[in-house]
């Protein structure tokens, strides 16, 4: 097997791609068209603040090419506010709102709070949600900051109810974490796609071009990502501009890295 790559970005509007990434003169309703005439999928962070309104999922999809795919949040309401407590009515509310995305849905992030803690009532909260609310037709991926949560009743329940565990690298995950969590993945996957978050761990100035060095990053990902394309189906991965300073050029460098073709460049795209 080997697993197809969608790499993309955490969103498409940043302002300081204008130049760097799209072409001088780009206006933000033309943003996404010319993003994903780049790459094949996109993290949508916006539905983490709410159930997006039905004209902006129909927006995506008629701006989007066919083969492209959104990848989004759960919005803060379920993970955040009520820790999957009685969220079960908003959840159901929030997938058939995005439904309509149909071929073009990618996977479901689930990420949550940093000090949500692996305590018992917790467990119980979390464990309960996942069994009955996810939905066969959708891929979902969880996303937990702390790393206590990583042990082998984690990876049993994931594999028992067909999820992802997200594997990260940032403020609240660093490389040993996320090389534990792929050998887990590959060794028995829970699922037959995997999700990948490059996020960083402080927030930039600027966002037009590379300003961190992550050589030695880029190393241990290409292997972690050569690992589990043999395990599983479809990678989902995604850089935060925080990640490196300019998100567009971590994905080219860990698609070359990986021996993909680099997407057609567009703007002035300005490299470290």
Wanted: glycine share 6%; aromatic share 12%.
């Amino acid at each position: 097997m080997s697993g197809r790559l969608w790499f993309g970005t955490s969103g498409w509007t940043t302002k300081d791609w204008i130049g760097p990434f799209y072409p001088p003169g780009t206006k933000t309703a033309e943003m996404l068209a010319r993003y994903a005439a780049v790459f094949p999928s996109v993290e949508v962070d916006a539905t983490y603040y709410g159930i997006p309104r039905q004209a902006s999922v129909e927006a995506w999809r008629s701006r989007s090419p066919d083969g492209f795919r959104f990848s989004l949040k759960v919005p803060s309401t379920v993970t955040h506010d009520r820790r999957f407590v009685n969220a079960d009515g908003y959840f159901a509310a929030f997938l058939e709102r995005i439904r309509p995305l149909g071929d073009k849905m990618g996977a479901i992030l689930i990420q949550c709070p940093p000090d949500f803690a692996p305590a018992r009532d917790s467990r119980a909260a979390l464990f309960g949600f996942l069994e009955t609310e996810l939905r066969a037709d959708f891929c979902f991926a969880l996303e937990l900051r702390d790393p206590r949560w990583y042990d082998e009743a984690l990876f049993g329940h994931a594999r028992a109810n067909g999820f992802t565990l997200a594997v990260t690298e940032g403020s609240h995950s660093d490389l040993t974490l996320a090389a534990h969590i792929v050998s887990e993945l590959v060794r028995d996957p829970p699922a037959q796609h995997a999700y990948i978050r490059w996020l960083g761990d402080q927030t930039l100035p600027v966002y037009d071009r590379v300003q961190l060095d992550r050589s030695g990053s880029h190393d241990a990902w290409e292997r972690m990502i050569r690992s589990l394309r043999t395990a599983c189906s479809d990678i989902y991965a995604y850089a935060s501009n925080d990640y490196e300073g300019f998100a567009p050029a971590t994905l080219r460098t860990m698609l070359a890295r990986l021996g993909e073709p680099a997407p057609p460049e567009t703007g002035e795209m300005k490299l470290l």
